[in-house]
């Protein structure tokens, strides 16, 4: 990347050509022998853009955890939402962010509403005579109440599908293909609702940042899985248009997410269907009858999915170097808003595959995503898919951070039926390497320079606080040995004062090393690793 420290005589990622003597001291507590040294320059002095957060979304299964599971769900908040640690160990990954789905009401229609899956239907505070129930989605509330108390200030309320009752065919889930499943003459309504919940909440102390009014438009969203709609980019601006003069009108200063786009191609280019792709050009270009780039609540912003760009190294960076490239042309700030080992289009040479992989090998494979998000598509919001889920289908912890056992869950079912009874829960792998990223690198924190042999195996990122007190790096090893580090370190705006790492592998969950300053930072084999640098 343009402006980095040039450093000469990189080492090679080979054991050999790092010629660094074996001793099984050097290991930690891993035991590993570290035959690896690497080295890395970060420079404070080169900047990039600033963090806003890292977050997920309450779908959907949050709506009956916050609501039924009394025992357990203090501890769920907790590992979500604490940035507390305790005797060298987190209680949670300090999630800055939080997803909110206003739903669409599936679920006070019950059986009828067409979705099979009941844990897969979603509240609305509409009723059926289009007043509004604000006794409605008490689970949801319990969670971002818990967020406010752990020190949450950003809410993102997010829709699938506009409420039941303004929908073309009644239901949360689509039948008219690409266009929006919204009745002509409800634009104004769903735009009106999805401004007053955001006042509601803001009135109640909630900072509700954006409203996103549509998800992964690309899509018809005609199945009977969960809610969901097409959108086409004309319908999407018009909706936009309404939802920014209900904002203005309620004085509120929430501003409107747009994008949700299903992958990153959807944003630069025209791919699939040409009136619901290359979205920042519809959206950004002047020219274009779907222009909303000057609307009061819609600032240079653009969000998407890093779903099946994920397949191979070198092919998601070249996708997230396009997105960059195209945010740059426009003028615009961009978030990852979704992501989860989705697709099935992984390299057998970079991915051992579902059926073998641990839980571990999917959240190092998470790494890479997040990490080629933040530094080549230079994205100031990263965020997980759903917090919480049941895990099934044999997906292991592919879609969710907390693995919920619901009391008496038989297994592979098609649908999860008894989520009000209580069970137990598992925080998974992903949890805590996402919070290797997210309990550290803080809103405001910046990006700066980090040199390093950067590899598939071998990368990693560094971040400077806001104050200039802190400066956290964030690396992942997939190799199978530990590697020490050779660190340079530039324009560092204080004297280090002390250095700790906190390691996520197949054995630890973030666990703390206190280190002399003078020490080398030592990573173990098949982890992430943050590093904490106190400056004075």
């Known amino acids: 990347m343009k402006g980095y420290s040039i450093i000469l005589g990189l080492l090679a990622l080979t054991a050999c050509s790092d010629n660094t003597p074996e001793n099984p001291e050097d290991g930690g507590d891993s035991g590993e022998i570290v035959s690896v040294e690497k080295r890395v320059t970060i420079d404070a002095g080169q900047t990039f853009q600033k963090m806003v957060g890292f977050g997920a979304s309450d779908c959907w299964t949050p709506a009956y955890i916050g609501k039924y599971w009394t025992s357990g769900r203090d501890r769920i908040s907790e590992l979500l939402f ?9 209680k949670g990954i300090g999630l800055s962010m939080w997803r909110v789905n206003l739903g669409g009401g599936s679920t006070e229609q019950g059986d009828e509403s067409g979705i099979v899956d009941k844990s897969r239907r979603a509240e609305s505070y509409l ?27 950003n809410y993102v309320l997010f829709s699938n599908t506009p409420p039941v009752q303004y929908t073309l065919n009644g239901k949360g889930f689509s039948q008219n293909g690409g266009s929006a499943n919204l009745k002509a003459d409800c634009y104004d309504d769903f735009a009106a609702y999805m401004a007053e919940v955001a006042k509601h909440y803001v009135d109640e102390g909630f900072s509700v940042s954006h409203i996103s009014p549509v998800n992964e438009p690309q899509y018809n969203w005609d199945g009977n899985g969960q809610e969901g709609s097409g959108w086409k980019n004309e319908e999407i601006a018009k909706l936009a248009r309404e939802l920014d003069s209900q904002l203005t009108q309620k004085g509120l200063s929430t501003n409107i997410l747009l994008g ?24 950004f270009s002047t020219s274009s009858s779907a222009y909303v780039g000057d609307l009061s609540h819609v600032k240079n912003l653009i969000c998407g999915h890093s779903y099946w760009t994920d397949g191979t190294w070198d092919g998601m960076r070249e996708v997230r170097k396009k997105v960059a490239e195209a945010a ?52 100031t919001s990263w965020n997980y898919w759903v917090a919480m889920d049941v895990s099934r289908w044999g997906q292991k912890n592919r879609f969710l951070l907390i693995s919920l056992t619901p009391k008496g869950w038989a297994g592979d079912k098609e649908s999860v039926d008894n989520l009000e009874e209580e069970g137990s829960f598992n925080a998974t792998a992903t949890l805590w390497v996402l919070g290797n990223y997210s309990r550290f690198i803080r809103p405001d ?37 530990g590697v020490r580090l050779n660190e340079t370190r530039q324009n560092w705006p204080g004297e280090l004062k002390s250095i700790k790492t906190y390691t996520t592998s ?31």
């Open 445 to 481: 924190y910046q990006r700066i320079s980090a040199t390093l042999n950067e590899s598939m195996s071998f990368f990693g990122s560094a971040w400077i606080s806001p104050q200039q007190d802190c400066i956290v790096a964030v690396y992942t090893n997939l190799s199978s040995k």
């Open 506 to 536: 197949a054995n630890k969950q973030l666990v703390e090393k206190v280190l002399e300053t003078e020490d080398s930072v030592v990573l173990d084999a098949e982890s992430v690793t943050t590093v904490v640098y106190e400056l004075k």
């Open 328 to 379: 740059t042309q426009y003028g615009v700030e961009v978030w990852q808003s979704e992501w989860s080992m989705l697709g099935d289009n992984y390299s057998s040479s970079e991915f051992v595959g579902y059926d073998a992989a641990s839980e571990m090998d999917i959240a190092l494979y998470m790494s890479k995503v997040i990490h080629n998000d933040l530094t080549v598509a230079n994205v």
């Open 82 to 90: 604490s940035s507390e640690i305790v005797d060298g160990q987190p």
């Open 260 to 283: 949700e786009s299903g992958d990153w191609e959807y944003l630069y280019k025209v791919k699939d269907d040409a009136n619901r792709s290359n979205v920042l050009s519809a959206f």
């Open 127 to 153: 009723t059926d005579n289009l007043s509004l129930d604000w006794t409605h989605c008490e689970g949801q509330r319990y969670f971002m109440s818990r967020a406010k108390e752990f020190g949450v200030n």
